[in-house]
């Protein structure tokens, strides 16, 4: 409809917007919609778990190891209780599980030195060696997984997301002609930030691909599997079986996080992938540490205890962030709807909505709402490199401010939106 505005009317919605955006600025409001972080509510959820190691608990897993002293070798993985929880979660077999410390970006990151520095079992080239390495990467993506790779000098290619995962006629046309891809980003379930779940139909196209490489590798973060805000259990596919089912079961390495079950940044984290790439990941991570946080681990097998609780605990969750989500959603369909300067998802699980502004305008929508008081995250950094070639898309993350804070703020967005389109679509006149 903006588009149809004529020149006058066009000027009149900016100084209107302008107007309005000045009073908001005036009001030194100080909003933060820019991490994906939980609130104190959310937190205060598990703080139970502080209660179930005490001085006079007993720290004996079942396997008799003492969590309170460093791990036998052979349970270096982690402990079997934590490895049984997350394959439940996970839907992966527990021999295939190592348990890491406190960050899956962590294990995501060491996954990639070892890369470098080692290469791929049987093959032991590190990737250090190659003149140059590609990744895929949809987009919008997670700007911390861009981070990892843009760190080792890989050369980001964005292929763009779809409802149902990345655009696989042009993964697969890719991989299949350049030698250099080595790899793809993906965050199946409740992706960031588009918050959408990957069909069977994309994971069986993505684990039979036919690729030039023979190193392909999918990076599969698992981060949201349990963070449904309607009571739906996603199931999706098992990305090592479906993998295996075309001969690739070393292709995948799959990622998975306590951070935003329990607390954010001191959850468990877990990595799995088939044995070879298993037994090979072990062979450094030993060498870098004498083992992770066992009684973190433990705290976390009490506290959880399964996934009919876990399930039960992340209901919690979703009924404090539930209404945030849908508070952004309805002031979005109240001040943008039917405009055809913006559009958004609606997304079923996950921290994250995607809100695509007026083409070009996204950084100019980011700086506004800054002036007046309200952090986004920046503009392009759901692209590799920070560049989002329509400078249209921002990340929207509702869970931590509160109700009538998140209400502020997207009031504000949405009139600089509006004043950012007016004037974009002004000065193409
Ligand atoms: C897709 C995705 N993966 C991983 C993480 C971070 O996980 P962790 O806290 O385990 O490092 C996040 C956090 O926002 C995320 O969105």
Redesign the pocket.
């Known amino acids: 409809m903006f588009q149809r505005f004529n020149e006058e009317e066009l000027k009149n919605q900016i100084s209107s917007s302008k107007e309005k955006l000045e009073q908001y600025k005036l009001q030194g409001l100080k909003l933060d919609m820019s991490r ?1 972080k939980p609130c104190s509510n959310q937190l205060d959820l598990s703080v139970g778990i502080f209660d179930v190691v005490k001085p006079d608990s007993c720290f004996l897993t079942s396997t008799g190891t003492d969590v309170r002293n460093y791990s036998v070798p052979a349970e270096f993985t982690g402990l079997s209780e934590m490895r049984e929880m997350f394959s439940e979660i996970i839907s992966v077999e527990k021999d295939l599980i190592f348990i890491g410390g ?5 294990l995501m990151f060491n996954y990639f030195s070892k890369l470098f520095m080692k290469g791929l079992p049987d093959r032991n080239i590190p990737w250090n060696n190659y003149e140059k390495i590609k990744f895929l990467c949809p987009s919008p993506g ?1 700007d ?2 861009f981070s990892i790779t843009e760190y080792f000098g890989i050369e980001m290619i964005p292929v763009e997301m779809n409802s149902d995962g990345p655009d696989m006629n042009v993964v697969e046309e890719l991989v299949k002609n350049d030698g250099d891809i080595k790899g793809i980003w993906c ?1 199946p379930v409740y992706s ?1 930030p588009t918050g959408c779940v990957y069909s069977d139909e994309t994971i069986k196209r993505l684990a039979s691909l036919k690729c030039k490489s023979d190193e392909f590798l999918i990076f599969w ?1 698992m ?2 599997v349990l963070h449904n805000l309607y009571g739906e259990i996603i199931k999706i596919p098992d990305i090592i079986s479906e993998c295996a089912n075309y001969g690739n079961e070393n292709r995948p390495i799959i ?1 998975a ?1 306590m ?2 079950v329990t607390f ?2 001191s ?1 468990v ?1 877990c990595l799995a992938a088939s044995k070879k790439n298993l037994a090979s990941f072990l062979e450094t991570a030993r060498v870098s540490t004498i083992g992770y946080d066992k009684i973190n681990q433990m705290k976390h097998v009490k506290y959880l205890k399964d996934l009919d609780n876990i399930n039960l605990l992340m209901g919690k969750h979703a009924d404090i962030i539930r209404p945030k989500f849908e508070k952004v959603l309805q002031i979005f369909e109240e001040k943008l709807g039917g405009l055809g300067i913006a559009e958004w998802t609606s997304p079923r699980g996950g ?1 994250f909505i995607s809100l695509d502004v007026y083409p070009h305008t996204a950084k100019k929508v980011h700086s506004i709402c800054r002036d007046c008081g309200v952090v986004l995250t920046p503009a392009g950094s759901t692209f590799p490199y920070g560049k989002d070639p329509d400078d249209k898309n921002l990340r929207i993350a509702p869970t931590y401010p509160d109700i009538e804070e998140l209400d502020f703020a997207c009031n504000i967005l949405c009139e600089a939106v509006k004043y950012a389109a007016a004037t974009e679509i002004i000065s193409n006149k």
């Open positions: 994906g406190n960050s899956s970006l962590n997670y911390r997984h965050t960031n973060d981060a949201y990622f996080s951070s935003k954010a940044g959850g984290t921290y």
